[in-house]
Nanobody, 118 residues
C-alpha cells in the first residue's frame, strides 16, 4: 500500500499564501493520479486539484487562478501552492493517490487543517 503524509497547513490571513506538501511512500506505480481534496465543516468533501504522472492538471472552478498543483516524481511528492486565500478556503485538506489498471489502488492522507482568517 501507499502511505501519504501531509504537511504545510496552518493559520493564515485572507490574501495570504500557504504551500501544502504530500510525501508518498510504498509501492508506487509509475502511472498514477494524485490530488488534493478538502472538506469544510458541514460540507461534503470536494476535489480541489489533481495531477497525473505526466503533469496534466485539473482544478475546481473555485480555485482556478489562485491554486497550483505540482509534483516531483523523483521525490514522490505532490504540492499545492495556495495564493490569495479566502475564508471560504478554510477546510481540512486531504492528499489522494490513485493507480488504475486491472486492480485499482487508492490511498488517502490523514488531512491537514487550513484556516483562513478575515
Amino acid at each position: 500500500q501507499v502511505q501519504l503524509v501531509e504537511s504545510g497547513g496552518g493559520l493564515v490571513q485572507a490574501g495570504g499564501s500557504l504551500r501544502l506538501s504530500c510525501a508518498a511512500s510504498g509501492r508506487i506505480f509509475s502511472i498514477n493520479v494524485m490530488a488534493w481534496h478538502r472538506q469544510a465543516p458541514g460540507k461534503e468533501r470536494e476535489l480541489v486539484a489533481s495531477i497525473t504522472s505526466i503533469g496534466s492538471t485539473n482544478y475546481a472552478d473555485s480555485v482556478k487562478g489562485r491554486f497550483t498543483i505540482s509534483r516531483d516524481n523523483a521525490k514522490n511528492t505532490v504540492y499545492l501552492q495556495m495564493n490569495s486565500l479566502k475564508p471560504e478556503d478554510t477546510a481540512v485538506y486531504y492528499c489522494y493517490y490513485y493507480a488504475g489498471g486491472v486492480s485499482a489502488r487508492r490511498s488517502w492522507g490523514q488531512g491537514t487543517q487550513v484556516t483562513v482568517s478575515s
